[in-house]
């Protein structure tokens, strides 16, 4: 089946650092790449979705100059967490759906967890 | 309106019990819907894919109504390992978007 894969899976840095999340489909082309981020006990939050070749779709109250993303090909889309803060410790998870398939599900990364020191 | 609203629980039942979710969605134009799982500290794993006829894949049925908009998931002979979060999940297609629920939290006893 479709693979997502998301690297680092954890990472630890230093405040004012900035940090890059790769996520890659391993098996079919995703025009479109969706960044999750999620709180302890709180539900997945949409931060944004990121489309190859134009700019990401920055959901409300997402500040699209702290978390860049881009989606420079088919099978890659980065997330920097620029200047890092304490406050943006959190899980974030990236996704994709086949477009290949009309019916296909939410592939998700296995997650990268932040803590911002 | 939430475009997903589920039950948040807690679910807390016996090990071999059967449990039963629901989820309702607001747009009637939604197509297509699913269930995952999601453990503690960790991402989301498909559980299935909900089709129209409804579906089973073991222990796991799941239903769909699109007259009343919703999804349902049937748990039967519940297991310890089945303890988790569950989450509704609703795909539009000329959104290409999709839409969680907040989830639902069973625990199964021993």
């Known amino acids: 089946g479709a693979v997502v894969s998301q690297h680092p899976s954890w990472v630890i840095c230093k405040s004012g650092t900035s940090v890059k999340i790769e996520c890659r489909s391993l098996?079919?082309?995703?025009?479109?790449m969706f960044w999750y981020r999620q709180f302890p006990k709180q539900s997945l939050m949409l931060m944004a979705t990121?489309?190859?070749?134009?700019?990401?779709?920055?959901e409300q109250g997402v500040e699209k100059d702290k978390f860049l993303i881009n989606h420079a090909s088919l099978t890659l889309s980065t997330l920097t967490v620029t200047s890092a803060h304490p406050e943006d410790s959190s899980f974030y998870i990236c996704?994709?759906?086949?477009?290949?398939?009309?019916?296909?599900?939410?592939?998700f990364g296995n997650g990268t967890r932040l803590t911002v020191t | 309106r939430k475009e997903v609203e589920q039950d948040p629980g807690p679910f807390n039942v016996p090990e071999g019990a059967t449990v039963a979710f629901n989820c309702t969605y607001s747009n009637s134009a939604s197509q297509s819907f699913f269930w995952y799982r999601q453990d503690c500290r960790k991402e989301p794993k498909l559980l299935m894919s909900?089709?129209?006829s409804g579906n089973e894949d073991g222990r796991f049925t799941a239903q769909l109504n699109r007259a009343s908009q919703y999804i349902s998931l049937l748990i039967r002979d519940s297991k310890l390992s089945d303890s988790a979060t569950y989450l509704c999940v609703v795909y539009r297609y000329n959104f290409n978007k999709f839409y969680f629920g907040s989830g639902t939290k069973l625990n199964v006893k021993p």
């Open positions: 996704s994709a759906r086949d477009p290949g398939d009309r019916y296909s599900p939410l592939h």
């Open positions: 990121s489309n190859e070749g134009s700019k990401a779709t920055y």
């Open positions: 909900v089709y129209s």
């Open positions: 098996d079919f082309q995703a025009t479109t």
